[in-house]
């Protein structure tokens, strides 16, 4: 027998009931605020090319690491869930049968957002009404499908019904941004902008990044050999950037080290993380130093600069040579702030102009460093609860640990950060319900007056952002 | 005038209305299942001898480092405990003047795990109704004195009393299982089986290592002055571990630090440590070795894993001269598993039949490293919050911060680690309400479907330990 | 229009009306109680002159570091804050405009202590019942103005208005502690006692830490050229400061290293630190001999050893340039104990009459490191939340990870640890309120009984500091 699928209208607000009350009331102001998406991993071609998507589980399943890491961790292959292989290993073709493996297995997901984001999808975006499983598998597989097929169901109908107000993606220095230039030339009014991500010509350990800086070069016309040519070349990407609507650049780098040497000792060190004969501490010194030039850029030309740090990418290895990245095995590490940002903040770090977003995926940081150094420097802002603690209790964590040092305009809205564009109303759905009973639990214990809980509900939701990213 | 000592059929359940009740009726289907107890440190010769227990200072105090350890932290020597001494020092010998400690001392534990173990054993085990302080010592000390006097309060009685379905111990390598022998030869029906802890001849640091690994040669008949040897008694040794019912091995270590030498590189430091000259370094790498050595050895004889890292052991130098080991002297330390299991992860964290449990004393691991890392790999699951965690609080951060990543099918169920008999069922039902009570948060704030919940406490409670312990 | 500023008497406690009653019932015991501040940094000099408080601004802002860090972190200046500069720079002397910089920005402190302790102190003391922004600044102003020339608002009537028993400062060895003694001589029967804090002499970082060693020669009369002279300058200083009411003292260090060197290894290093010519490892190891050479001088004086370790002090550069210690800028970091006492606690970890009170500004130790040692060890006690977890959530989270191992006798009460004055009975109140909800939470869900709560919330407010402190 099918189980009906609901999603109650309280989902997400405390139980008690005058603090639900008070949520809803919150909530009811900033459910149908537009969605600003500042940071996220969508592809612009969708939005350029505005083709159909193709079916559900290429659309749901095999790009989505949350989903299939889960699947894989309980011994369901990734060849058997079409992830497409890179060493030309066969992986099965029949998206049916992918689907029937999410369904037999949605149970792995209880008590986790990717339930949540799917339900909602499945919910709202396809209007289905009874909950995932065996038996309700062809159902579904049919009714997405059917549903894809449809004008409705084209990216920019999606962008436009689900009400966003902009949304920016993350591109590399070497990417000619044809699709960006492409959705301005069509016409088309969703805002859709870039983000400049230099990691491939930042990182020594980065795959290519000698050729890549090479590469950065010819596109420049600079001659990225010197480092002042190399760091002009930057400056002219940014440049270009800008002209496609970034407003930011962002940095994913396994630690928050920052480094800030003298011009003759980043030269040097440019020539040696260039000639590939560089030792561990080479890499790390420069990506630190690189943090520090791209906030001296920064200051220059307006961009804000958001710093991801901390995740041990490709952890498994075997993974990583059949499948490649982004395959669910980045892991968090611990990560310090204290110590390693202090070179670019004894340079920068008083700057009235200089807008660093910082994040972080190991908690222990938030009350402890993140705060104390937000709720002090002019320059920094932190960014939401990131990537595995984009959950309900990752945000309740956030706003309980960030709040009390840092205090709510020290933080910068909500980032959906993800590359599952069906989801994205799901996941800032999320973040309002949690902020608003976050809210509502400080108003029923009387910390805070509902007329201004009701003030930094929208600010949250939606002023901070516009604000933060310079939008 | 004495209190009452009244056990809340409620206790531990979220105090809103409506989350208590959904917590009532998930805890309904739950309290009366048999209970499994896959990894603790009960001794099998109560079982074999059934023997009658000596008296309550004896059963409850005595052993018992939870408890001595509080009020010894108040300035109560152990001396005056009871707390056999290792050097001879006389210690106090009357168990109503040790009673009476604990009694006069109870306020202490207000707010402890202890108190709510304690209370359990006397109010259901024990049968007594009023609180225990300095009025109520006597009646406490003669009442338990007299229960155990007789048969019902036997091992044998109080484990069917319990309903245990399965208790494991824990042994060295060198243990010749004798009093598993004798359950076996009994004809009694409970079920007590070994597990196979080789800390003693695999921590170079461990008193007497290289006489007990000398000492498995003679046990097994097999030359352990080499390598090879040495890895062959292992074999041998878990074999026989595994004819008296073994299906785990366990492995108490300073850090979760593996390591994968080369066979030559294995082999030399083997001599080195055997030698006795050998550094920190060494002992480090070697007990790192010798977990990836017996994850290859679980692939072979399909035993499962269990890692108990993060214990910095007898840390109170002039307690442990005077009186030895488990004295309430062992401080968890910082943790790191990600660089750690690394190269166990490279060589076995993809194996489909392998399975590795993890556990830790820093909670700060829970969402940005355990839960990860369970979430990616197939041969990785979580045990329980343990030993200091063991607790309310310590339970419900486990499952706030593991959940959203991890889910519930990458853990394992609740162990109760006690060497406490005793408080096996009180242990366990702190657990089933804790898990109850978190699901029913989940339901109340509609992030899970009742009918779900129902299934997941089932599971947690049951299901999921026979199957992570192939029971 | 002006907004209404009411304190509502259930602020803090638990939403869940079962709950909040049993929380008001503790309250009520508890909120009338005297305030015993053991430990804090209000100028004694207040209490010996009995002057007047000059103004609004001037009291409230310009030396409060939690207020004006934060006005900071979003660009205001400190200059235009009146902060007073070190290097010369004009800073704003408009007290008035001063004072509307914070009423136009009171937004910021949405969600923070220093919102709920200013509205305290705004209602209770000042009596203002609208909330302050733009539009009452003036009001705000002038009415504290007024008031603060009334014989009511200065320091010794606050004082006794606060009902306070005891309150300690803390001064350093090389102080004469003339503030002190006028207070004594004045007649007056307020209680203030003063802290033994000797950083300027113990740490060789500290500035001009040569020359203070040479002054406190002078003052003692004995030759601090020798490490054993030092040492009994030391001493002489102690009882100077016990005479003038010291029952303790206090020691900021970057970390929690102890160390144990043998008197020549000591001697040696101490010329080392006194030459000037030092390692960065010797500043640390000789701030750590002189923790355990003052939990020595502890055991012949009965001075209680508090150690407030962690923070990375004047964090920003340009900001300390300009205007010196204490803007804001000291951020806590990672802090590890379980290694770094035990030196300290080898030697001295088990002696019945020393006490020892931990401090931290690192959470993540709650429940890993802190609990555990002061759980077993008995010289060990656990200080309150401290400074940035000085909050509601910072005092939850202590509670929640600290009792179940701790328990809550190995608690001391609560620490104000303030500078702010006119917010002590605030922060004494929030501490009140938060122990009443933690405990009445436990009496909720039947972990504790409601007769010994209240025994608890008598016992955290008032008796355990006086027994902690040796009052």
Known sequence: MTKPLVLHPDRLFPAQESTRAIARRLYAEVKDLPIISPHGHTDPSWFANNEPFKDAADLLIKPDHYVFRMLYSQGISLESLGVRSKDGT???????????????????????????????????????????????????????????????????????????????????????????????????????????????????????????????????????????????????????????????????????????????????????????????????????????????????????????????????QKVFKRFGRDKGADIPSRTEYVQALKPLLDKYGNEPNLSVILFTLDETVYSRELAPLAGHYPILKLGPSWWFHDSPEGMRRFRQQVTETGGYYNTVGFNDDTRAFLSIPARHDVARRMDCGHLAELVADHRLNEDEAHEVAVDLTYNLVKKAYRL
């Open 90 to 316: 066969p992986v099965e073709t029949n998206s049916r049968a992918i689907w029937h493996l999410l369904a037999a297995n949605y149970h792995l997901f209880r008590g986790t957002p990717s339930r949540m984001w799917l339900d909602y999808v499945f919910s709202v975006v396809f209007g289905i009404d009874v909950r995932l499983d065996e038996e309700t598998a062809d159902l579904y597989y049919d009714r997405i499908n059917e549903a894809l097929a449809t004008p409705e169901f084209r990216p920019r109908a999606l962008f436009e019904r689900y009400n966003i107000e902009l949304i920016a993606t993350t591109e590399s220095p070497l990417d000619d941004l044809r699709h960006h230039q492409a959705i301005r030339d069509s016409g088309w009014q969703g805002r859709v902008v870039t983000a400049y991500r230099p990691d491939p010509v930042v990182d020594p350990d980065f795959e290519g990044f000698a050729k890549n800086i090479a590469r950065m070069g010819e596109i420049t016309g600079i001659d990225t050999s010197t480092y002042q040519g190399y760091l002009d070349a930057h400056r002219a990407r940014r440049q270009f950037f800008k002209s496609l609507g970034a407003t930011s650049t962002d940095h994913g780098h396994p630690t928050a080290t920052t480094s800030d040497l003298s011009p003759q000792a980043a030269e040097k060190l440019f020539a040696r993380v260039c000639s590939g004969d560089f030792s561990a501490a080479d890499a790390e010194t420069f990506r630190g130093q690189m943090l520090t030039e791209m906030a001296g850029m920064s200051l220059e030309d307006d961009l804000v600069m958001q710093i991801h740090p901390g995740s041990f990418r490709n952890h498994n």
